[in-house]
């Protein structure tokens, strides 16, 4: 809120990058971290997403596994990730999570894949649990939308994708195992070929 009228040229061509590039974590790690001090409190672990957070890990009795699929524009960027998207296809998920998470277990998969049914091959291996599967916890008749909307004096507050990888990234910790793009699933380097 500080920085709405802050006219510095660094300041605003880091916000002004489109998702994900553009999400506060993002933005604040980059160039403009001697300018920026991070709102982790008011937001990153704010109350009202951790809640989100204990819901979804509850409803999974605290017992789970999870698996975090970098997908997205990465996967489409041969020149720089050239096996990610034959990586993290829902075949190649199976078959590298199968010596590693064992059959029926509970397993939360944090994506960006925009495609809900693109890990249905994995339902026949465990019970999957995605961060949609949970829209009613931020839905019009949830506690978190009262409680924004009033918090915002009325409009309705968008959970938006830096509330969805805050969420997703709060579960993928509190797995039991856990498995990573990089480094598990992939050889392909995190920031592109060459940079491991």
């Known amino acids: 809120m500080q920085l709405r009228k802050d006219k510095s ?10 998702e994900p590039e553009n999400y506060w974590y ?3 790690e980059g160039p403009a971290a001697k300018y920026i001090e991070r709102p982790w409190t008011a937001l990153w672990k704010s109350k009202r997403l951790m809640n989100i957070v204990s819901e979804i890990s509850g409803s999974m009795d605290w017992d789970f596994d999870a698996v975090h699929v970098v997908r997205g524009v990465k996967a489409q960027n041969k020149q720089l990730w050239p096996h990610l998207d034959a990586d993290t296809s829902p075949e190649a998920i199976v078959a590298k999570l199968q010596g590693t998470i064992a059959p029926w277990r509970n397993l939360y998969i944090a994506t960006n ?11 026949s291996h465990y019970k999957v649990h995605l961060l949609d599967d949970y829209k009613y916890l931020w839905g019009n008749t949830s506690e978190w939308y009262n409680e924004t909307t009033l918090l915002n004096g009325g409009p309705s507050v968008e959970f938006d994708g830096y509330m969805r990888v805050a969420v997703d990234t709060e579960v993928l910790y509190r797995s039991k195992k ?4 990089f480094y598990n699933l992939t050889s392909d ?4 070929i060459n940079t491991c």
């Open 9 to 18: 040229t660094i300041i605003w061509r880091q916000f002004d990058a489109p």
């Open 189 to 192: 380097c995190k920031d592109g």
């Open 113 to 123: 894949e925009p495609f809900y049914n693109y890990f249905d091959k994995l339902r």
């Open 26 to 28: 993002r933005v604040c």
């Open 178 to 181: 856990r498995v990573e793009t």
